[in-house]
């Protein structure tokens, strides 16, 4: 097998040495934080629908200026994982979740914690782009200090403080008072994560960002994520391996036979795709299945 | 093969043959379609024919006169005749807008209380409640308004007009509070309330989920959520509910009857207890009218089917101008 790093980066091949190839084309990134205590953690979480166990034990610690991936075959629980995180799990009626969701040490499910300041620290970016219709572009950005009643200093800075990190500024920058609609999926999307970066987030959540986006996009939203990951802790769920090689520094793989969903196993993204210690990771990572 | 100029053709005609399945149900469909407005066309061509002499009599007065007299002799011919329904219409715009002012708020809220708020067996009971009010046979709601709700409904006009007594709208002179366009409008607004609320409900139930949850992730409370995403996409529902509300108040007989004091002299003053309703007019009327004055009632019955079909064209322009945005 021939290697080029380069040009892989555009292929759609899914071999594991073309897969570790890209993931090691990448500078190395340990995270900035890795004291115990500070950033997120998981341990034991379970989840259910109703009486149907989808999630069993996940234990996984997030280092802050990372991005995680989860990949994994569609029904094994990724996204109902990263639903615990920010408790927006409990939306579906019938859901029940048990263990702890540590953000700085503290438990997210605490009895007397303000869910919505939890949702603050923990922002999310969904699978379809979501903007908010009534709004123009400049308010759909600002839409979280109003929804959480926040007061800042100076709006317009902030806005395109914003649009900047989300890479949207100067697409967008001449028609802030116009309605998102008029923008394309993944300028929407863009403006999503736009959107989620003005209440300043500790952490940011992605559910299959891309999965509706043309190949354009997807490459400029990973740019976005690379960079933001500098200053936030990032969990990208994804079904795309390409994508989980370029952006994220470490990958958990996620797999459910028939019961609940389980992790596999964590490690390095460069060794996720070169070096899986689990079988049945290299299985999935190599194409056998999923 | 030489590529010398490509010759234009003329776009195709495209045709289609529907199967003989397609072509019946069709036809069912259409027959069904334009049934309801044949039958709507032909009542307004009814009342148009009935009423047409007297509106020629009376002209541009049968709308702006307030008077309703006929005098006849003893072969029961017609001697004297003044027909005027302004005092009428006049009541039953007051009424109405009274009935929708209280009745829209109340609903939105119970609308937002089903969909947001209220556990689900208590949903399930309440949905069936509201629904049953809507099929409340109209004179009962009368007969309560008169017995009980009256006695309150004129205290809470005693304070209004204590307090805002000096708008031309809320005076009183003389003071008389009983039966007044007021009190209708509030027993009004308690029959057209399960109709507004049910279809709020349906609206504020579609608002869609991804921005739903979009506003949650976002750390919005519930009402923050609401106000950003379901009022925003349920408003135009809202008012078409509105203006069906509006349009059963206007057309409501038995009830205004029942409550309101009928009294041929334009009133504006709300909480005066002297009123009007085009509606009730014909119920009192019709039982003891002579021939003359019965085709006064369908000419009647005529303009308050075009105030009827002009306000919900009104309704439909306004949906059209202010839905889009929270869609």
Excluded at chain 1, 20 to 37: C, D, I, L
Excluded at chain 1, 185 to 193: E, F, H, V
Excluded at chain 2, 88 to 111: D, K, R
Aim: glycine share 8%.
């Amino acid at each position: 097998m021939i290697q080029t790093p380069e040009s892989e980066k555009t292929m759609s091949s899914t071999t594991p040495s073309s897969l570790a190839s890209v993931a090691q084309a990448k500078p190395e990134r340990n995270g900035t934080n890795s004291a115990q205590g500070t950033g997120l953690e998981t341990r034991g979480i379970h989840a259910w629908f109703g009486k149907n166990h989808v999630l069993s034990d996940i234990n996984l610690d997030f280092t802050a200026g990372s991005v995680t991936a989860l990949i994994g075959p569609s029904g094994c629980g990724k996204s109902t994982f990263i639903r615990t995180i920010n408790r927006m799990h409990e939306f579906i009626p019938g859901a029940a979740m048990a263990g702890e969701v540590l953000l700085d040490g503290k438990d997210v499910y605490a009895p007397g914690v303000d869910v919505t300041k939890i949702r603050l620290q923990i922002g999310m970016v969904f699978q379809k782009p979501n903007p908010f219709p009534s709004m123009t572009i400049g308010e759909n950005v600002l839409s979280g200090l109003k929804l959480a009643q926040l007061k800042v200093d100076n709006k317009d800075d902030l806005l395109e403080e914003c649009l900047v990190r989300a890479g949207l500024w100067t697409e967008v920058k001449d028609r802030l008072n116009t309605h998102g609609g008029s923008l394309s999926g993944g300028q929407q999307q863009r403006l999503c994560i736009a959107r989620a970066l003005a209440v300043r987030p500790q952490v940011l959540l992605m559910d299959e960002p891309c999965s509706a986006l043309d190949p354009g996009s997807t490459l400029r939203i990973e740019d976005t994520i690379r960079e933001l990951s500098d200053t936030m802790t990032i969990v990208i769920v994804t079904h795309n391996m390409q994508q989980a090689a370029r952006v994220s520094d470490y990958t958990a793989f996620f797999l459910s036979d028939g019961g609940p969903g389980e992790m596999i196993e964590v490690a390095r993204t460069s060794e996720i795709f070169s070096q899986p210690k689990d079988q049945r990771t290299e299985n999935y990572v190599t194409g056998r299945f999923g | 093969m030489t590529t010398s100029a490509v010759q234009i053709p003329e776009p195709r005609e495209i045709t289609t043959e529907p199967r003989l399945s397609d072509k019946v149900f069709r036809g069912v469909v259409t027959t069904g379609g334009l049934s309801s407005l044949v039958v709507l066309g032909l009542i307004a061509l009814f009342l148009a024919y009935r009423g047409f002499e007297v509106i020629k009599q009376e002209g541009l007065g049968f709308i702006t006169h307030a008077e309703w007299s006929i005098t006849l002799d003893e072969s029961a011919n017609v001697v004297d005749s003044k027909f005027g329904l302004s005092a009428m219409l006049v009541g039953t715009i007051l009424c109405s807008i009274v009935a929708v002012i209280i009745a829209v708020p109340i609903s939105v809220f119970s609308a937002l209380f089903l969909n947001f708020y209220a556990p689900a067996w208590m949903k399930r009971i309440l949905v069936a409640i509201v629904d049953m009010m809507a099929a409340f046979p109209s004179i009962l709601f009368g007969i309560w308004g008169f017995l009980v709700l009256m006695p309150s409904v004129e205290y809470w006009a005693k304070l209004i007009n204590k307090y805002l007594g000096w708008i031309p709208l809320f005076e009183v002179k003389p003071y008389f509070f009983t039966r007044s366009p007021f009190v209708a409008g509030v027993v009004l607004a308690i029959m057209i309330i399960p109709i507004i609320t049910s279809v709020s409900r349906e609206v504020f139930a579609q608002a869609p989920l991804d921005r739903i949850q979009a506003a949650f992730a976002l750390g919005a409370t519930r009402w923050a959520m609401i106000k950003a995403v379901v009022i925003p996409y349920g408003r135009s529902g809202v008012v078409g509910g509105a203006m069906l509300g509006l349009g059963r108040a206007m057309g409501e007989t038995v009830a205004v009857y029942t409550v309101l004091n009928i009294v041929f002299q334009v009133n504006w003053h709300v909480l005066l207890g002297a009123g009007g309703n085009v509606a009730s007019l014909i119920i009192l009327k019709f039982g003891e009218a002579s021939a003359y004055e019965i085709k006064a009632l369908m000419a009647a019955g005529l303009v308050l089917f075009f105030l009827t079909l002009s306000v919900n064209a009104i309704a439909n322009f306004i949906v059209k101008r202010t839905g889009k945005s929270g869609r």
